[in-house]
């Protein structure tokens, strides 16, 4: 699979356009947040981000010297939040790389690559979302248990149960980094929401791919 990239067609104020001529937010309302409500399983009271919090305070805590001009109290909240999605990015990508082992069907080798390149993909994602943090001055910490994202279950075997299993993994994971877009923005952080919004449109465009191979 080719890597995901995004095109953009800006005219004035008229929306961003994907490759297909729809406007990419009109497809993420539409279509990008179908799955978000079961791909998202393990947010409860006072149960991972606590724990991920109570374990990863001193080090979001321990800013590194930075230029960046932003009020402290903003600056730790926008780093709790790349935080949290690195966290979920390699969630991701870990299932994505459970899948390609685990799957066993006759499409097993054209799957197989394709999972290997989203997972390439998100890597990519949880680099640059690092590499932002610490320039903000950040401690990068990352606790599997914080995720937000469903489990996966290792009895699922065949291909398109592991293409529908992610797709919902990917509309959740669209849902939380576009939430995390609008705190970056409030926040005043023009960059990370910047970069955020890249983020977002490449996860739009696996999501996209994986509901195609569900209705061909």
């Known amino acids: 699979m080719a890597p995901i990239a995004r095109t953009k067609q800006v005219a004035g104020n008229k929306p ?21 409500q079961a791909g998202i399983g393990r947010v409860g009271v006072g149960s991972n981000l606590r724990t991920w919090g109570k374990r990863c305070d001193r080090a979001a805590g321990r800013t590194l010297g930075t230029s960046i001009v932003l009020p402290p109290e903003k600056q730790n909240r926008i780093i709790f939040l790349l935080n949290q999605l690195i966290t979920e990015t390699f969630d991701l990508c870990g299932q994505i790389k459970q899948a390609s082992w685990n799957v066993r069907d006759p499409q097993f080798q054209n799957l197989h690559e ?51 299993t992610l797709a919902m993994r990917f509309s959740a994971l669209v849902s939380t980094t576009r939430s995390a877009i609008d705190a ?7 960059v990370s929401a910047d970069l955020l919004t890249e983020i977002s449109h490449g996860l739009v465009k696996s999501l996209r791919f994986l509901e195609a191979c569900l209705q061909a």
């Not at 994907?18 to 799955?35: L, S």
């Open 114 to 164: 394709q999972f290997d390149d989203l997972a390439v993909q998100l890597e990519k994602y949880s680099n640059l979302i690092a590499e932002r943090a610490t320039v903000l001055g950040a401690t990068v910490c990352i606790t599997s248990e914080a995720s937000r994202l469903t489990e996966s279950t290792p009895d699922v075997k065949g291909g398109m149960q592991h293409v529908a």
């Open 184 to 190: 970056s923005t409030e926040l005043g952080d023009a």
């Open 16 to 36: 961003e356009i994907d490759d297909d001529g729809m406007p990419i937010d009109q497809w993420e309302n539409e279509g990008g947040r179908v799955h978000a």
